[in-house]
């Protein structure tokens, strides 16, 4: 286990309406990152959050977004649903921004129907 | 921006075979290159990363090789066991942003 919580693990959603996803990094990790992964595929940039701030995005539409807290847990919002974004969202931290390892969460299922 | 490859998208090996993955990026620029391993139903766990000033590391039975010039980079795995089983990723940094860029994944079967 990596210490990295997300909830939920399953959403199912209807196009259109808006979801929440949260992240709880493991202990002492100030740097958060989001990446989508579809079935089959490698995990896609979407942002990295560093102590509240947004340290990078990646090409990901403004309907999705995030927030950083002060305990440094992290949420990701997709507004406007779209069949396309039923994927697996997965949510990592690391000690600190830059090239240090990344430990990730189990991930949330969403369905987008 | 960096665009990561890998080959092959499956691979099955007998058990006590090695396995070799491999991978290319398109950034000169990238000096970070980490390797996760997703098995069911979990999200990738690092396994192994090198930098880009060295060019080749090893830990245990799993080995990774760089080669700047050609822009390569390859995951060794000798001695295979059944729990090797799942899909490897490989991946390189995006020096535009703190962020790496990941392959499309090779999914390993080990038949005991």
């Known amino acids: 286990e990596t210490g990295v919580t997300q909830s939920p693990t399953h959403l199912i959603k209807t196009r259109g309406q808006q979801v929440t996803l949260r992240c709880s990094s493991q202990?002492?990790?100030?740097?958060v990152s989001w990446y989508q992964q579809a079935l089959g595929q490698g995990p896609q940039f979407i942002f990295q959050?560093?102590?509240?701030?947004?340290?990078g995005r990646g090409n990901f539409p403004p309907r999705f977004s995030g927030l950083q807290f002060p305990n440094y847990s992290s949420e990701l919002n997709v507004n406007a649903l779209e069949l396309d974004d039923s994927a697996l969202y997965l949510c990592?931290?690391?000690?600190?921004?830059?090239?240090?390892?990344?430990?990730f969460g189990q991930g949330t299922r969403l369905t987008v129907v | 921006g960096e665009n990561v490859e890998q080959h092959p998208s499956t691979l099955s090996v007998q058990e006590g075979d090695s396995a070799v993955i491999k991978c290319t990026y398109s950034?000169?620029?990238?000096?970070?290159f980490p390797w996760y391993k997703q098995e069911l139903g979990k999200g990738p766990q690092l396994i192994i990363d090198?930098?880009?000033?060295?060019g080749e590391k090893k830990d245990q039975r799993i080995a990774v090789t760089l080669n700047k010039t050609a822009k390569h980079f390859s995951l060794h795995i000798t001695e295979t066991q059944p729990e090797d089983s799942a899909v490897y990723f490989c991946?390189?940094?995006?020096?535009?942003?703190?962020?790496?860029?990941f392959g499309p994944g090779t999914s390993l079967s080990v038949i005991p």
């Open positions: 990592a931290s690391s000690l600190d921004r830059g090239l240090t390892e990344a430990f």
């Open positions: 202990s002492g990790h100030n740097t």
């Open positions: 959050y560093y102590r509240e701030e947004e340290n």
């Open positions: 950034d000169s620029a990238s000096n970070y």
């Open positions: 090198i930098r880009s000033n060295v």
């Open positions: 991946a390189a940094n995006d020096n535009s942003y703190d962020k790496v860029i």
